[in-house]
Each structure stands twice: as structure tokens, then as C-alpha cells.
């Protein structure tokens, strides 16, 4: 296996993991910081691929299948690429008991995927969630990053359509 | 160190506070079903085969963690007991895919033994038949993921005693599967020594070596004492006797 | 920093606060903010300007005011009028009309003598909706880190834990153990190395009260923390906090990093000989880690999965040092009591249930949100009084506590007081404090269903009975529910569940089966009326066993 770089750029010209190294860095190279370092690692390349575990683990000095049990014990690492957007459907209690199945159902229907996944085009990621604490207004989800309150099966769907929507709009 | 009086199983027995309440009673010659648990590695307590009623306490405790202490009344084999050692069991059995009549450890399996054990004759849970892969790249082991049983025995021994860490969990809960590397095939490991003690502390058939027939393979698990002992102590026991 | 430069700078502060003829609290905790408080926020900053009254006037962002289901929410000082569903519009009729000429904006007012208020007792929440909880001076004004000071300057290590023992405190993360004798057991560990760690990774789906004391209120924890500190004899704290939240770990930062700067974290606290620090942890995704044991393997940067215990994190924890974990909620309480001493606290709720509980209010009821209740309230008072009962043309069927591990409350109970005990007794628990109602609608099968296809996705899969016990619970559920189950799988599901119970690892698995014996107990027709005859064969060699133990 090659060296790694603690410094310097990485081999690949790949100047995003100077920013992982100063995480790294900050916690003077711990093994205990791998959860700080995987959150860093997923934050700056967006997901977590083998490259990026194997780099971790170097730095860190951890057996590679440590770092690759704890990147896949937590369901906030992700280690294939998202799609460009993403849907979070919470499916907390509240949310539960506000419909949220429906609009589950629906909006699987709709992309013709299930929770978990992502559509063959690498547009929409359906991502179920467990409880996103804005239990007063369920049934909700989290649509790229801004949560929609209120939903119900149609208005979800309709979120989806827009973005498929504008898809169409650009040129390929 | 001190050494206390405990019950077990209405028989008065002594033991050192630092064994635990297993050690103590397997000196003894009462027989606790374990499946997690090697002696020569770090108990987790995670089969829950070895669970015992203490009396005072309203749960239940794993014999291979408890620590006893004086005046201890332990049971280890109540009816209670039997029953959730035997669901335990048939929730095993539900889990993989153990299909004795093609296996290598065949007649010389720990849940074979199990089975047995508790009287397990009929599962019914419906079968999961998982789709969980076999890798056969080492050029010595093989692992059948379809028969393991997630005791962890394996990446313990080969973290604990060989040093290597080859082995982990990844996943968590009915997904949970063992590892090498990056989930890397177990050949492409830089780190695997090929020592083969996980092979061998394998309570199933699992983890097997390359060129055994059905029912040909016997593990041996006692060199892990004698191995431990040796790194340990420097001290290098007989085997083949009891005593420690 | 002293404690006079404490007493000074909260006089300043509140010298500061006279200042304004009035105070706009706009709510910008996170159900706010899902709604739109942030342009509610541009909007009364843009009216202010134009009136020309920005100097006279402050608008300030707060934790959670409460009635989450209506926000986003405004609060007027000093007369105390409530706003609800203020858009940019409402915000600009708010200072047209309240601020400059003192007419109410009647088409949003909220009615703040109703019950919803009436009936709460705030001591966790006091600070939130009223202070800036990006601003520690606020904090300070609000006799924030008094407690601190006294406790250092003042009081013994083991005066402190005497006090918090009389209060009466239980942990408030579910399970009720007494905090000052926890408190207690770390202390007395002989250890060079302790540590703090709050548990703010509040996992149950359907509770937010943890997070709304973080993003109202940070500087109430961070103080609670560095009491404890003090008082076990540990001089770095963690708080693990889930990464859904990431307003409450923005706050959490700033709080962290003002309270260093005034020097009321760090070395030499308030000229002392003590020294605490306190750093973030985040979590990434694990309900399993709320468990102890899973939540000091997760801050060690492993897989979060339980041990058993003994031997508790109190004697051997974090790195193998002695540790207290105690949950946020339970922090948030400290400050208070030995401001006010605790003989007041002992005197609220009930004599074993001593002090307040938040819970937060979701599902089928007509206010939802957080409210902060005296224990012993009978469930009644909070369904009806406070939360408005179900909404028009549904009737209450049940309420749920305790999350995953919890259990459903019939109507036949509705007079239970909620205290640690009680809610035992009809087989649900306190847990953190999510309360969901359920309306005729809900079907209990598959509420059973529902927690326990959480409990299976949660699992970590280390013990057998919780890793593959779950899904064949979940099978089971699922066969009776497409009504496919017979008399034998009913009695099957009740077997493996109580294995499941009595024999899984950790509070996660132990607690699994529980939503299904509570359903069972109070809604056992529902099940029944799922089954199918048997018919012609026998399914299982142990049928006919079952058969009549059922």
C-alpha cells in the first residue's frame, strides 16, 4: 500500500484532503476520533468510499476492518454517492400516526424505488429517518435540507415532481 | 484476590473473586450451555446461552460475566431457563442457513450440540434464508457467511491473541455480517497471517479450511489456552489435562 | 472571572434589557424554523428600521415557546402577548399595530390564560422562549451560573450531592435511578481520571424535549454539567449529542465557546482550584446509543454496542474510568436546585416523583408541542387540559409513553398520575418524555408493528435474542396483522416475548417486546379479531400445548 501524506497534498491532487488532515490533526491522530473524522470525511466528499476509509484508517492507525464496521454501523455514513436530491421522510412516532405510511407508499410509488434507495438517473434518494424532532407539525420530511411540514401524500409528490420537473427543463 | 462460598445449583462451592461465575462452575462440573464464550478470550456475554437466575436479583445474569459474590445463590438450569435457552437456540437456527447434511463440521458442531443440548426438535419461526455470501479466496480458509452465527469468536481471536484485527462486524442488527479488510475479499487481506485460529475457535461451519469433505472437520478450540497461557505467562501447559 | 464580575455583569445586562420599551421574542427553535421564523425575524428587523425604533425596540431570537403546532410563534414584552402563525406580514402589523400604537393584532392572538399555560410549571423550560440562547449574557441576567459560583466558592463536593439527594431528582433519561446517589457512587470511585458525559442523544421517535432545552436554553446544561464535575471530582465533561440536531449542536458550540471566554469553563473556575472542560461528541445514527454502555463505546469512536453491566459506568465508564451519564433534562434541573435550594424542589410533584417532567405532545391531539409539567399530573389534565383533548370528530383511544419500550395508555387509565411508579404499574414507563396520543383511527397491531419494526431497524445485533428475537416478533406481528395469524402464533408472539424481555442484552431489546404486552393488555380484541381459524392440520407439534395455555 502506498504511504500516506500526513502534509502535503494528497497523491491524487485531491486537495480536499488537506481539510480531512486538519480534523485529523485536531484530534492528534486518535483512534478514538474516528466518528469525528468519518463525520469530517463525509462532510467534505459527501460520502465514504474505500479510498476515503482506507486513508482514515492509515491516519488513525486503525485495522481497516474497524473503520469499515463503524462506517457501516451508523446509519448517518453513507458509503455509495446520493442522489442530487434527496427526500427524508421521518418516521417518527408522530409522523406515524399522522399518515406518514401514505405518504411513504405514495412517494415509492411515485419514483418507482423504495426508502433506501436511489433512482437509476441518480436524481432523487428517498431516505426514511427516525424522528426528526418537529413532532408538532407531522407528518413531515426533510426535502433537501428544508424541512416540509404538514405533508400529505400528494403534496409529497408534488415536491418530487418539481424536481424531476426542472430535470427536464436542462439540456442535457 | 479472595476466595468465596456461593451456591450453585444447591451445591456449596468456592471460587476466586475474579473468576466468573462460569469459570466457577465448569470447576465444578456443572455444565452451563455457552456459545459466545472461549476460554482464552475476553467474554462478551452477547449469546445469552449462559444466562443464570441469582436469587435477590430480577433479572437475569450471563455466567460468563458476573463476578460472584459471597453468599451467592445461583441457578443455572431452571426450567425458565431451559425454555429460553431452547428459543435461543431455534432463533439461531431460524437465523442462517445450517444445513447439516452439507456441511464440513457436520457431527462436530458447537450448534449441532446446542441443538441437542436443549432439546431442540422442531423450529417454529420461519426460516430467514438469508442471502449472505461465501468467499473462498484464501488460498487455505474458506468463510460461509450463511452459517455464521455472529459469536465473534473469530475477530476476538484474531485481535486478542494473533494481533492482526483482520476481522470485524459490519452492519448492525439482523444485517450484521463479518468482515475482512474493507469488505474486501479474505484474500485480498494484507493483514491475515493465514494463522488460522479463527478456523479453528469457529463453532460452526463457517470458517472451514479448504479440502475437507462433509462431516471431516474437527475444530480443536484447546489450543487457544494453551496458546494464551504460552504469550502470557510464558508458561507452556499440557493440553490434554484439566488442570491449570 | 469573580463572583462579583458575575453579579456585575448580569446587572449590566439587565440594565441593558430596561433599556427597551419593548421585546419581540420571535421563536427560532427548530419547528419554528421549519416554518418560516426566519423571515419572520428579517421581516420585524425591517420593520423596527423603517419605524426608526431599533434602539428602543429589540427583537430576539429564543428557544421553544411551547405550541410548536402553531408556530411560527412571537412573544411581546413586557405585557406578555403571544402571536401565533406570524408570517412577514403579521410581523410588520405586529409593530405597526401592538408596538406603536398598543392594539393587539386579534387575528393572531394566542390565548395564553388557557390551560395550555395555566396548567404548566416551568423550571427546565423557565429560561427557554425568553431569553437569547445564543447570547451567555442573557443567560447571566437570568441568575445564570450563580448556581456555579455558589457551589465552588461555597459549598463542599459532597455538600452539593447532600443537596441534590434531598432534592429528591431522578434521572429523567426514563428509568428514575436517584440522582444524588448516583452522583454519590462516582464520587466515592478512587480514580485519578473521572468524567461527565450528558446524554442528549434523544432517540425515541416522537420526543423532542432534549432538544428544545439545547437550542432554548444550552448554558442551563453546560452548568448542571460543570456542577457535576465538581462534585464527583471530574474535570472533563462530554456531551453526545445525535446529529439530526444541528441547530442544537450550533448552539452547544457557541454556548462551549462563550462560556470559555468568560472563563466559566475551563481552569480555575471563579478563581478556584477546579477545572472543567467540556467537548462535543456527535452522534451519527444509532438509537442504541442512548444506552449507556453503546453511547461510551460510540464517544470511544467504535460500533455503539452495549456491555453488561455491572460493572456500571459509575465504577468503570469512559476509558475505563469512572463515569456519570446523566440526560439532559436532568442537567437542566441542577442550576435550579441549589439556587433555590432543595427542599423547594422536594415540595413539587410527588413525594417519590419529586419535581417537573417536559413532554412532548404529538399525534392526535389538538396542541402539540412542549410542555413542562408537576409530576403526579393526572394524564388526564395533560391530554384534556393542556393539549385540547383529540381534534373535532375523533375520539381519544390511547396514549403512548416511553417511546419503543413503552406501552399504550387506555382511556380506563386516563386518571393515572404520571409519576415513575404509576405509569409502571399499567406496564408503560416514564421514558424521556415523548407522549404521542392516538386517536379511534390508530389500529394497535400495527402501533405494535410499528415500534417494532424500529426495534429491529435499531438493533446493533449483538445478542441473539434482540438481533433475530425482533424480526420474528415483527414476522409474527405481521402475520396476525394480514390476517394470516392463528391462536398458536398469538401464543408464540407472547412466548417470544417475554424471552425476548427477560433475556436481551441491553434496555433496547429488554424493552422491544413491551408495546406489544401493552396492546395485548388493553386492546387484546384487536388482536383476536385478526386470527384466522386452524384449520385441518395442526401447524406446529407444540399446538397443542400452546393451544390451551392460551
Given at each position: 500500500?502506498?504511504?500516506?501524506?500526513?502534509?502535503?497534498?494528497?497523491?491524487?491532487?485531491?486537495?480536499?484532503?488537506?481539510?480531512?488532515?486538519?480534523?485529523?490533526?485536531?484530534?492528534?491522530?486518535?483512534?478514538?476520533?474516528?466518528?469525528?473524522?468519518?463525520?469530517?470525511?463525509?462532510?467534505?466528499?459527501?460520502?465514504?468510499?474505500?479510498?476515503?476509509?482506507?486513508?482514515?484508517?492509515?491516519?488513525?492507525?486503525?485495522?481497516?476492518?474497524?473503520?469499515?464496521?463503524?462506517?457501516?454501523?451508523?446509519?448517518?455514513?453513507?458509503?455509495?454517492?446520493?442522489?442530487?436530491?434527496?427526500?427524508?421522510?421521518?418516521?417518527?412516532?408522530?409522523?406515524?400516526?399522522?399518515g406518514a405510511t401514505g405518504i411513504q407508499q405514495a412517494v415509492e410509488h411515485h419514483c418507482h424505488i423504495?426508502?433506501?434507495?436511489?433512482?437509476?438517473?441518480?436524481?432523487?434518494?428517498?431516505?426514511?429517518?427516525?424522528?426528526?424532532?418537529?413532532?408538532?407539525?407531522?407528518?413531515?420530511?426533510?426535502?433537501?435540507?428544508?424541512?416540509?411540514?404538514?405533508?400529505?401524500?400528494?403534496?409529497?409528490?408534488?415536491?418530487?415532481?418539481?424536481?424531476?420537473?426542472?430535470?427536464?427543463?436542462?439540456?442535457? | 484476590?479472595?476466595?468465596?462460598?456461593?451456591?450453585?445449583?444447591?451445591?456449596?462451592?468456592?471460587?476466586?473473586?475474579?473468576?466468573?461465575?462460569?469459570?466457577?462452575?465448569?470447576?465444578?462440573?456443572?455444565?452451563?450451555?455457552?456459545?459466545?464464550?472461549?476460554?482464552?478470550?475476553?467474554?462478551?456475554?452477547?449469546?445469552?446461552?449462559?444466562?443464570?437466575?441469582?436469587?435477590?436479583?430480577?433479572?437475569?445474569?450471563?455466567?460468563?460475566?458476573?463476578?460472584?459474590?459471597?453468599?451467592?445463590?445461583?441457578?443455572?438450569?431452571?426450567?425458565?431457563?431451559?425454555?429460553?435457552?431452547?428459543?435461543?437456540?431455534?432463533?439461531?437456527?431460524?437465523?442462517?442457513?445450517?444445513?447439516?447434511?452439507?456441511?464440513?463440521?457436520?457431527?462436530?458442531?458447537?450448534?449441532?450440540?446446542?441443538?441437542?443440548?436443549v432439546g431442540l426438535t422442531y423450529v417454529r419461526f420461519p426460516y430467514l434464508f438469508p442471502k449472505k455470501?461465501?468467499?473462498?479466496?484464501?488460498?487455505?480458509?474458506?468463510?460461509?457467511?450463511?452459517?455464521?452465527?455472529?459469536?465473534?469468536?473469530?475477530?476476538?481471536?484474531?485481535?486478542?491473541?494473533?494481533?492482526?484485527?483482520?476481522?470485524?462486524?459490519?452492519?448492525?442488527?439482523?444485517?450484521?455480517?463479518?468482515?475482512?479488510?474493507?469488505?474486501?475479499?479474505?484474500?485480498?487481506?494484507?493483514?491475515?497471517?493465514?494463522?488460522?485460529?479463527?478456523?479453528?475457535?469457529?463453532?460452526?461451519?463457517?470458517?472451514?479450511?479448504?479440502?475437507?469433505?462433509?462431516?471431516?472437520?474437527?475444530?480443536?478450540?484447546?489450543?487457544?489456552?494453551?496458546?494464551?497461557?504460552?504469550?502470557?505467562?510464558?508458561?507452556?501447559?499440557?493440553?490434554?489435562?484439566?488442570?491449570? | 472571572?469573580?463572583?462579583?464580575?458575575?453579579?456585575?455583569?448580569?446587572?449590566?445586562?439587565?440594565?441593558?434589557?430596561?433599556?427597551?420599551?419593548?421585546?419581540?421574542?420571535?421563536?427560532?427553535?427548530?419547528?419554528?424554523?421549519?416554518?418560516?421564523?426566519?423571515?419572520?425575524?428579517?421581516?420585524?428587523?425591517?420593520?423596527?428600521?423603517?419605524?426608526?425604533?431599533?434602539?428602543?425596540?429589540?427583537?430576539?431570537?429564543?428557544?421553544?415557546?411551547?405550541?410548536?403546532?402553531?408556530?411560527?410563534?412571537?412573544?411581546?414584552?413586557?405585557?406578555?402577548?403571544?402571536?401565533?402563525?406570524?408570517?412577514?406580514?403579521?410581523?410588520?402589523?405586529?409593530?405597526?399595530?401592538?408596538?406603536?400604537?398598543?392594539?393587539?393584532?386579534?387575528?393572531?392572538?394566542?390565548?395564553?390564560?388557557?390551560?395550555?399555560?395555566?396548567?404548566?410549571?416551568?423550571?427546565?423550560?423557565?429560561?427557554?422562549?425568553?431569553?437569547?440562547?445564543?447570547?451567555?449574557?442573557?443567560?447571566?441576567?437570568?441568575?445564570?451560573?450563580?448556581?456555579?459560583?455558589?457551589?465552588?466558592?461555597?459549598?463542599?463536593?459532597?455538600?452539593?450531592?447532600?443537596?441534590?439527594?434531598?432534592?429528591?431528582?431522578?434521572?429523567?433519561?426514563?428509568?428514575?435511578?436517584?440522582?444524588?446517589?448516583?452522583?454519590?457512587?462516582?464520587?466515592?470511585?478512587?480514580?485519578?481520571?473521572?468524567?461527565?458525559?450528558?446524554?442528549?442523544?434523544?432517540?425515541?421517535?416522537?420526543?423532542?424535549?432534549?432538544?428544545?432545552?439545547?437550542?432554548?436554553?444550552?448554558?442551563?446544561?453546560?452548568?448542571?454539567?460543570?456542577?457535576?464535575?465538581?462534585?464527583?471530582?471530574?474535570?472533563?465533561?462530554?456531551?453526545?449529542?445525535?446529529?439530526?440536531?444541528?441547530?442544537?449542536?450550533?448552539?452547544?458550540?457557541?454556548?462551549?465557546?462563550?462560556?470559555?471566554?468568560?472563563?466559566?469553563?475551563?481552569?480555575?473556575?471563579?478563581?478556584?482550584?477546579?477545572?472543567?472542560?467540556?467537548?462535543?461528541?456527535?452522534?451519527?445514527?444509532?438509537?442504541?446509543?442512548?444506552?449507556?454502555?453503546?453511547?461510551?463505546?460510540?464517544?470511544?469512536?467504535?460500533?455503539?454496542?452495549?456491555?453488561?453491566?455491572?460493572?456500571?459506568?459509575?465504577?468503570?465508564?469512559?476509558?475505563?474510568?469512572?463515569?456519570?451519564?446523566?440526560?439532559?433534562?436532568?442537567?437542566?434541573?441542577?442550576?435550579?436546585?441549589?439556587?433555590?435550594?432543595?427542599?423547594?424542589?422536594?415540595?413539587?410533584?410527588?413525594?417519590?416523583?419529586?419535581?417537573?417532567?417536559?413532554?412532548?405532545?404529538?399525534?392526535?391531539?389538538?396542541?402539540?408541542?412542549?410542555?413542562?409539567?408537576?409530576?403526579?399530573?393526572?394524564?388526564?389534565?395533560?391530554?384534556?387540559?393542556?393539549?385540547?383533548?383529540?381534534?373535532?370528530?375523533?375520539?381519544?383511544?390511547?396514549?403512548?409513553?416511553?417511546?419503543?419500550?413503552?406501552?399504550?395508555?387506555?382511556?380506563?387509565?386516563?386518571?393515572?398520575?404520571?409519576?415513575?411508579?404509576?405509569?409502571?404499574?399499567?406496564?408503560?414507563?416514564?421514558?424521556?418524555?415523548?407522549?404521542?396520543?392516538?386517536?379511534?383511527?390508530?389500529?394497535m397491531v400495527e402501533v405494535a408493528k410499528y415500534f417494532m419494526d424500529f426495534c429491529v431497524d435499531e438493533?446493533?445485533?449483538?445478542?441473539?435474542?434482540?438481533?433475530?428475537?425482533?424480526?420474528?416478533?415483527?414476522?409474527?406481528?405481521?402475520?396476525?396483522?394480514?390476517?394470516?395469524?392463528?391462536?398458536?402464533?398469538?401464543?408464540?408472539?407472547?412466548?417470544?416475548?417475554?424471552?425476548?424481555?427477560?433475556?436481551?442484552?441491553?434496555?433496547?431489546?429488554?424493552?422491544?417486546?413491551?408495546?406489544?404486552?401493552?396492546?395485548?393488555?388493553?386492546?387484546?380484541?384487536?388482536?383476536?379479531?385478526?386470527?384466522?381459524?386452524?384449520?385441518?392440520?395442526?401447524?406446529?407439534?407444540?399446538?397443542?400445548?400452546?393451544?390451551?395455555?392460551?
Amino acid at each position: 500500500m502506498p504511504p500516506i501524506p500526513q502534509q502535503q497534498a494528497h497523491p491524487s491532487g485531491d486537495n480536499r484532503f488537506k481539510l480531512l488532515d486538519r480534523t485529523i490533526t485536531k484530534h492528534q491522530s486518535r483512534g478514538d476520533a474516528l466518528i469525528e473524522v468519518l463525520h469530517a470525511a463525509q462532510g467534505i466528499f459527501g460520502y465514504l468510499e474505500n479510498d476515503l476509509l482506507l486513508y482514515v484508517a492509515h491516519a488513525l492507525k486503525l485495522p481497516l476492518s474497524r473503520v469499515y464496521g463503524v462506517a457501516t454501523f451508523y446509519h448517518f455514513f453513507a458509503l455509495k454517492p446520493k442522489g442530487k436530491h434527496t427526500f427524508v421522510l421521518c418516521m417518527g412516532t408522530a409522523c406515524y400516526v399522522k399518515g406518514a405510511t401514505g405518504i411513504q407508499q405514495a412517494v415509492e410509488h411515485h419514483c418507482h424505488i423504495k426508502f433506501g434507495e436511489t433512482t437509476p438517473d441518480d436524481q432523487v434518494s428517498l431516505v426514511s429517518a427516525r424522528c426528526v424532532g418537529s413532532c408538532g407539525l407531522a407528518p413531515v420530511a426533510v426535502v433537501d435540507n428544508n424541512v416540509a411540514a404538514k405533508l400529505t401524500p400528494e403534496s409529497a409528490v408534488a415536491r418530487i415532481e418539481e424536481w424531476q420537473k426542472t430535470k427536464e427543463e436542462v439540456p442535457a | 484476590m479472595a476466595i468465596l462460598t456461593l451456591t450453585i445449583d444447591g451445591e456449596q462451592v468456592s471460587g476466586k473473586d475474579d473468576e466468573s461465575i462460569l469459570e466457577i462452575a465448569r470447576q465444578h462440573g456443572i455444565h452451563i450451555p455457552t456459545l459466545c464464550y472461549i476460554d482464552g478470550l475476553a467474554a462478551v456475554g452477547s449469546c445469552r446461552l449462559c444466562l443464570v437466575e441469582i436469587e435477590g436479583s430480577p433479572k437475569l445474569a450471563p455466567a460468563c460475566t458476573t463476578k460472584p459474590q459471597e453468599g451467592m445463590v445461583v441457578r443455572t438450569a431452571t426450567e425458565r431457563l431451559q425454555r429460553h435457552r431452547r428459543m435461543i437456540v431455534e432463533l439461531l437456527a431460524s437465523e442462517g442457513n445450517h444445513q447439516c447434511a452439507v456441511c464440513v463440521v457436520n457431527n462436530h458442531c458447537e450448534l449441532q450440540n446446542l441443538a441437542y443440548d436443549v432439546g431442540l426438535t422442531y423450529v417454529r419461526f420461519p426460516y430467514l434464508f438469508p442471502k449472505k455470501t461465501l468467499d473462498a479466496s484464501h488460498k487455505d480458509f474458506i468463510i460461509d457467511r450463511n452459517r455464521c452465527v455472529l459469536c465473534t469468536r473469530c475477530l476476538r481471536v484474531c485481535y486478542e491473541v494473533e494481533g492482526a484485527h483482520v476481522w470485524d462486524v459490519a452492519g448492525r442488527g439482523i444485517n450484521c455480517e463479518i468482515i475482512s479488510g474493507l469488505n474486501q475479499p479474505w484474500g485480498d487481506s494484507d493483514t491475515c497471517t493465514s494463522c488460522g485460529k479463527c478456523v479453528l475457535v469457529c463453532p460452526t461451519g463457517a470458517l472451514i479450511e479448504k479440502g475437507e469433505a462433509v462431516a471431516e472437520m474437527e475444530k480443536k478450540t484447546d489450543f487457544l489456552r494453551f496458546i494464551v497461557t504460552a504469550r502470557k505467562k510464558k508458561e507452556w501447559i499440557n493440553m490434554d489435562s484439566d488442570e491449570e | 472571572m469573580t463572583v462579583e464580575d458575575l453579579k456585575e455583569l448580569a446587572e449590566q445586562e439587565q440594565e441593558r434589557q430596561r433599556q427597551f420599551t419593548h421585546r419581540i421574542f420571535y421563536c427560532s427553535a427548530a419547528g419554528c424554523a421549519s416554518c418560516g421564523s426566519s423571515g419572520v425575524r428579517n421581516a420585524l428587523l425591517k420593520a423596527l428600521k423603517e419605524k426608526g425604533i431599533e434602539k428602543e425596540v429589540s427583537a430576539v431570537g429564543t428557544g421553544c415557546m411551547g405550541l410548536c403546532g402553531e408556530g411560527p410563534l412571537v412573544r411581546i414584552a413586557p405585557d406578555g402577548t403571544m402571536y401565533q402563525h406570524v408570517d412577514e406580514a403579521v410581523a410588520q402589523k405586529i409593530v405597526d399595530r401592538h408596538i406603536l400604537n398598543g392594539e393587539k393584532v386579534s387575528e393572531n392572538l394566542v390565548d395564553t390564560s388557557s390551560p395550555f399555560f395555566s396548567s404548566q410549571f416551568k423550571i427546565v423550560l423557565e429560561n427557554c422562549g425568553s431569553i437569547d440562547s445564543e447570547n451567555i449574557n442573557e443567560y447571566i441576567a437570568a441568575e445564570g451560573y450563580a448556581s456555579l459560583a455558589k457551589v465552588v466558592t461555597e459549598m463542599a463536593p459532597g455538600e452539593v450531592i447532600d443537596e441534590i439527594r434531598k432534592s429528591g431528582l431522578r434521572g429523567r433519561g426514563g428509568a428514575g435511578y436517584p440522582t444524588g446517589l448516583k452522583w454519590g457512587i462516582v464520587r466515592k470511585a478512587a480514580s485519578e481520571q473521572k468524567y461527565v458525559v450528558c446524554n442528549a442523544d434523544e432517540g425515541d421517535p416522537g420526543a423532542f424535549m432534549d432538544r428544545s432545552v439545547l437550542e432554548g436554553d444550552p448554558h442551563r446544561v453546560l452548568e448542571g454539567m460543570a456542577i457535576a464535575g465538581y462534585s464527583v471530582g471530574a474535570n472533563q465533561g462530554y456531551i453526545y449529542v445525535r446529529a439530526e440536531y444541528p441547530l442544537a449542536i450550533e448552539r452547544l458550540r457557541l454556548a462551549i465557546k462563550h462560556a470559555e471566554k468568560q472563563g466559566l469553563l475551563g481552569n480555575r473556575i471563579f478563581e478556584s482550584g477546579f477545572n472543567f472542560r467540556i467537548d462535543l461528541r456527535i452522534g451519527a445514527g444509532a438509537f442504541v446509543c442512548g444506552e449507556e454502555t453503546a453511547l461510551i463505546r460510540s464517544i470511544e469512536g467504535k460500533r455503539g454496542r452495549p456491555r453488561p453491566r455491572p460493572p456500571y459506568p459509575a465504577e468503570r465508564g469512559l476509558w475505563g474510568s469512572p463515569t456519570l451519564i446523566n440526560n439532559v433534562e436532568t442537567f437542566a434541573n441542577i442550576a435550579p436546585i441549589i439556587r433555590r435550594g432543595s427542599a423547594w424542589f422536594a415540595g413539587i410533584g410527588t413525594p417519590k416523583s419529586a419535581g417537573t417532567k417536559v413532554f412532548a405532545l404529538a399525534g392526535k391531539i389538538r396542541n402539540t408541542g412542549l410542555i413542562e409539567v408537576p409530576m403526579g399530573i393526572p394524564l388526564r389534565r395533560i391530554i384534556f387540559d393542556i393539549g385540547g383533548g383529540t381534534p373535532e370528530g375523533t375520539e381519544f383511544k390511547a396514549a403512548q409513553t416511553g417511546g419503543p419500550s413503552g406501552g399504550c395508555i387506555p382511556t380506563e387509565h386516563l386518571d393515572l398520575p404520571v409519576d415513575y411508579e404509576s405509569l409502571t404499574t399499567v406496564g408503560s414507563f416514564m421514558g424521556s418524555g415523548g407522549l404521542i396520543v392516538m386517536d379511534s383511527t390508530s389500529k394497535m397491531v400495527e402501533v405494535a408493528k410499528y415500534f417494532m419494526d424500529f426495534c429491529v431497524d435499531e438493533s446493533c445485533g449483538k445478542c441473539i435474542p434482540c438481533r433475530v428475537g425482533t424480526v420474528q416478533l415483527y414476522n409474527l406481528l405481521d402475520k396476525i396483522s394480514r390476517g394470516e395469524g392463528t391462536v398458536d402464533d398469538l401464543a408464540l408472539l407472547q412466548e417470544l416475548g417475554t424471552m425476548v424481555k427477560e433475556t436481551s442484552l441491553c434496555g433496547l431489546g429488554q424493552g422491544a417486546p413491551n408495546p406489544i404486552f401493552s396492546t395485548l393488555r388493553f386492546f387484546r380484541q384487536e388482536y383476536e379479531s385478526l386470527l384466522r381459524p386452524v384449520e385441518g392440520f395442526v401447524a406446529s407439534p407444540n399446538a397443542q400445548k400452546t393451544t390451551t395455555n392460551a
